[in-house]
């Protein structure tokens, strides 16, 4: 496998991208505009989370414990997502037929979902055959193809947010259909094993809940923003959100790697092993958390323009949520690779019903201020349950997750620029 340190660069890349472009969105758009398209990008998220019923995690779990179920996997993904769009834009039509919602981002709604659910499920099936770095690469290149449009489309006329939301849908298609045809062709000859698909469903239906509650959690804000404030304060909280979650590289990576690795290790190694990407997701997220407090007036008055300066103090709250994420995650993907996506899903629904009561309680009393720190605290709230859960079930002295010595600089310094076991 590749090293830690080339998957994250590679990462790196691609979050530089993807942020460029959104810089660009920005400021074509404006607060109001970037609102409404956190609006229908948030809304078409959260309908991807409903309907996928969790099977991106399945696909994970699955393909990583028999890669011989490539072929098998890609047809379960690609016919349950046409189930999924048609029945979806069915819905869609007869309501606005019966004029029970009728809205002109509808359309735009559904390609966004569309192309996301896609998308995610072949990124599963990859990262489940540990194929993390192959995946950013056909990420940048298909991502350096919307920079181009959203440029070019930019500099000939006026960037809609419509635009920018067809851009999106056709970046995710764009790297869902090559993806699944470089990879049945490599594998067309190639024996497959099948994977029934009530065994699927039978893992993804444990961890739904989790997924779901999660995605929610990071997603509402902007709906209930939208809901009690103004669209202009609604785009000064999703630029925020932006900055925030481009710290949620590394954890993601580390969470990523460790549920293809468990499954080859003894009981005590997974745990050695989560407890070392945990406390390297730790240690980094803070340094880079602390850094990026300091550059914060800076960064946002550079990257966004005067207009989005408000969204510094919201920054500086939702950043501090990253360093509860960062452990979360990795100790969340060690119960996903012991097979027991349950706990993840009570515990992020524990979360959800409490950041959702504070948003609504504090977002109408406080403005983004008062969602920003709803989040904050259900971040820290999820942090403290997975801590004292994978205490109880691994008997670890958690205390190893947060002081580092030597030994442990050393053993960093071999993970990430060393070959990765």
């Known amino acids: 496998m590749k090293s830690i340190l080339e998957i994250y660069v590679s990462k790196l890349s691609l979050m530089a991208i993807t942020f460029l472009a959104n810089i660009i ?85 559904l390609s966004a979902m569309t192309a996301t659910l896609l998308q995610s499920f072949v990124i599963s099936i990859k990262i489940g055959q540990g194929s993390l770095s192959l995946v950013n690469k056909w990420l940048i290149i298909t991502n350096l193809l919307s920079l181009a449009l959203i440029i070019i489309i930019s500099r000939v006329s006026v960037l809609n947010y419509h635009d920018a939301i067809v851009i999106y849908s056709f970046s995710c298609i764009t790297f869902s259909v090559t993806a699944i045809t470089l990879e049945l062709l ?34 509402l804000p902007i709906i209930i923003i939208s809901a009690h404030l103004t669209l202009h304060e609604t785009g000064i909280y999703s630029a925020a959100q932006t900055l925030t979650e481009s710290f949620y590289v590394l954890p993601v990576i580390l969470g990523s790697l460790l549920i293809s690795k468990l ?53 500086l709250i939702l950043s501090c949520s990253v360093i509860f994420y960062s452990t979360t995650k ?57 801590v004292f859960l994978f205490k109880k079930i691994t008997k670890a002295k958690i205390i190893n997750l947060f002081i580092v010595s030597n030994h442990d600089i050393r053993l960093a310094k071999d993970f990430i620029f060393g070959k990765l076991r």
């Open 186 to 219: 490599k594998n067309k000859n190639k024996v497959t094993d099948k994977i029934h698909i009530k065994t699927l469903f039978s893992y993804s239906l444990r961890s739904y809940l989790g997924n779901l509650s999660g995605t929610l959690r990071i997603r």
């Open 263 to 315: 499954p080859h290790q003894t009981t005590t190694g997974k745990v050695t092993t989560t407890i070392q990407h945990a406390k390297l997701a730790f240690v980094t997220s803070t340094v880079s958390i602390v850094t990026f407090n300091l550059a914060s007036e800076y960064i946002i008055m550079a990257a966004y323009g005067i207009s989005f300066q408000p969204a510094q103090k919201i920054a």
């Open 25 to 109: 969105i920005a400021r074509q758009l404006g607060p109001d505009g970037v609102g409404s398209y956190a609006v229908v990008m948030a809304t078409s998220i959260l309908l991807y989370s409903v309907l996928s019923f969790g099977l991106d995690a399945s696909l994970i779990y699955y393909s990583s414990r028999n890669p011989k179920s490539l072929k098998n996997l890609i047809t379960i993904s690609v016919t349950y997502s046409a189930i999924v769009v048609s029945i979806a834009g069915a819905a869609l039509s007869i309501a606005s037929f019966y004029g029970i919602y009728s809205s002109p981002d509808s359309a735009y709604m």
């Open 330 to 386: 990795v100790l969340s993907s060690y119960f996903m690779g012991i097979g027991k996506p349950e706990i993840n899903s009570i515990l992020e629904l524990l979360a959800l019903t409490l950041c959702t009561a504070l948003l609504l309680y504090l977002t109408p009393k406080y403005g983004l201020a008062g969602a920003a720190y709803s989040v904050l605290i259900s971040f820290l709230t999820m942090f403290l349950m997975t």
